[in-house]
């Protein structure tokens, strides 16, 4: 067990308990006392220590929102988030448990940023790479329902030059509390139901995006069986707890993902800034 070790001239039965408040906007978050981490009043329990502030992040934690396109094609302005200042907030703590001192403690900040502000989404609008359409039959409502909810987790994506995305990572687990529907699913050549069915449309639909594009393509499996949305060896199945797909900005440039779904219609675009080029192989 790792510990902090500070020796103390004190009697140790004189100590009272102390009680620290953690504030955040005058609002108590928790309340902590000194024998939650004082081993033998002289060793501070660190993996304990590490778990409140893990808790304690969990609590408080304010994530940034990257700019984004909205329906209309207007900038939705992004937001700074914020998280604990893990130092800070760890030097304080332990000061209060060797201390025994009731304090009121202000959680000490420091700001989270967006990835994407609107100056560059603007600049990542400017120069259209490709496109991709595919087509569904809008009157089966649960498989429109995937297919718009995984949509809509790939709009507005901005990939930077060398990274790597991943379509399960983007759209992450597809569940009935997200809103996802039983529909049809091919499994091992064979059609079941299952919930998110329909959403390798969108995957299939994202990699000819890309691979018009020119990204190069990391991971990529087929179906068991042919698929009717795209020319044959041309689909991209994706499953939670099995294959993924995976392609690389291999250029020199960030892109922008836009994904829109129109009644029977799926159009993913690629766009980039105008000094997007490929580059030659």
């Not at 304990?48 to 209309?72: G, M, Q, R, S, W």
């Not at 949509?151 to 930077?160: M, R, T």
């Not at 991943?166 to 529907?181: C, D, I, M, P, W």
Request: contains cysteine.
């Amino acid at each position: 067990m790792k510990v902090f070790l500070i020796f103390l001239v004190m009697n140790a039965h004189s100590m009272p308990l102390n009680k620290v408040e953690l504030y955040d906007k005058n609002e108590v978050i928790t309340s902590l006392s000194s024998n939650d981490f004082l081993l033998l009043d002289i060793f501070v329990d660190e993996k304990k220590l590490e778990e409140t502030l893990d808790h304690i992040h969990d609590l408080t934690y304010v994530p940034a929102v990257n700019a984004a396109f909205d329906e209309n094609g207007q900038i939705q302005e992004e937001q700074t988030g914020k998280e604990i200042n893990r130092r800070k907030l760890k030097s304080v703590l332990i000061e209060a448990i060797y201390t025994h001192s009731s304090r009121r403690i202000t959680i000490p900040y420091q700001q989270v940023y967006p990835r994407v502000d609107s100056e560059l989404l603007l600049r990542l609008h400017e120069k259209y790479i490709s496109h991709y359409e595919t087509y569904f039959n809008p009157h089966n409502l649960s498989r429109k329902q995937n297919i718009l909810l995984a949509s809509q987790a790939l709009n507005n994506q901005v990939i930077f030059p060398g990274e790597h995305f991943s379509f399960n990572e983007a759209v992450g687990k597809r569940t009935k509390q997200k809103g996802y529907l039983p529909a049809p699913v091919i499994i091992r050549g064979k059609i079941y139901t299952g919930i998110g069915g329909g959403i390798c449309q969108v995957s299939s639909t994202l990699f000819n995006s890309v691979d018009l594009a020119g990204m190069e393509i990391i991971e990529r499996y087929s179906h068991s069986r042919r698929v009717p949305y795209v020319p044959p060896k041309r689909d991209a199945t994706v499953s939670w707890d099995g294959p993924d797909f995976i392609f690389k900005n291999s250029t020199r440039q960030p892109i922008l993902i836009q994904a829109k779904v129109t009644s029977g219609t799926l159009r993913i675009t690629i766009y980039s800034s105008e000094d997007f080029q490929l580059d030659s192989h």
